[in-house]
T-cell receptor, first 114, second 114 residues
């Protein structure tokens, strides 16, 4: 079974705090792909990053970083020095090789207060 | 500009009145899909298409129809809408031959059925 769990429904932080959004996935496949999307208050879905199951290197892009750990089936997303513009709903998604579906978590709403 | 275009952005209708939400992409993507987004449930796949004339059910297909007569277009049809289909709908596309390819989303259609 393919499943993505984002246990944090909503998180509130004050600007400049660091925050980590958790994503735990389930799949029996050895080849799979993980994605993060951002949905700002305006509603559109914006692709942030992808990672395949053979690449466990962490990724850093400015204030954003992603920690992929196959041992714990997690693909967590950290925002360093959060800003108000980071306020959004963030979705984690899974796609396994040979499956025609993307499986999305239920999303984590991040509120960054000034 | 590469994009997925959905229309309309907002739609209010009454129970039983057939409606169509259009979706078009200009990226020559083979894979197209429809999702609905409801609070606490994340994004759930309604239907997807791997290519022209190839469509298949997602997780919540009841009450919906789709067609893929041209590569660029993938309309969503509600033949007899009901209030439980009130939701935010997203169309998306990606390269089906590359499982690492992310989904590109339209801006969404907010549907209200009274």
């Amino acid at each position: 079974a393919q499943k993505v769990t984002q246990a944090q429904t909503e998180i509130s932080v004050v600007e400049k705090e660091d925050v980590t959004l958790d994503c735990v996935y389930e799949t029996r496949d050895t080849t799979y792909y993980l994605f993060w999307y951002k949905q700002p208050p305006s509603g559109e879905l914006v692709f942030l990053i992808r990672r395949n199951s053979f690449d466990e290197q962490n990724e850093i892009s400015g204030r954003y970083s992603w920690n992929f750990q196959k041992s714990t089936s997690s693909f967590n997303f950290t925002i360093t020095a959060s800003q108000v513009v980071d306020s959004a709903v963030y979705f984690c998604a899974l796609r396994s090789l040979g499956f025609n579906k993307f499986y999305f978590g239920s999303g984590t709403k991040l509120n960054v207060k000034p | 500009e590469a994009q997925v275009t959905q229309n309309p952005r907002y739609l209010i209708t009454v129970t039983g009145k057939k409606l169509t939400v259009t979706c078009s992409q200009n990226m020559n993507h083979e894979y197209m899909s429809w999702y609905r987004q409801d609070p606490g449930l994340g994004l759930r796949q309604i239907y997807y298409s791997m290519n022209v004339e190839v469509t298949d059910k997602g997780d919540v297909p009841e009450g919906y129809k789709v067609s893929r007569k041209e590569k660029r277009n993938f309309p969503l049809i509600l033949e007899s809408p009901s209030p439980n289909q009130t939701s935010l709908y997203f169309c998306a596309s990606s390269l089906s031959t590359d499982y690492n390819s992310p989904l590109h989303f339209g801006n969404g259609t907010r549907l209200t059925v009274t």
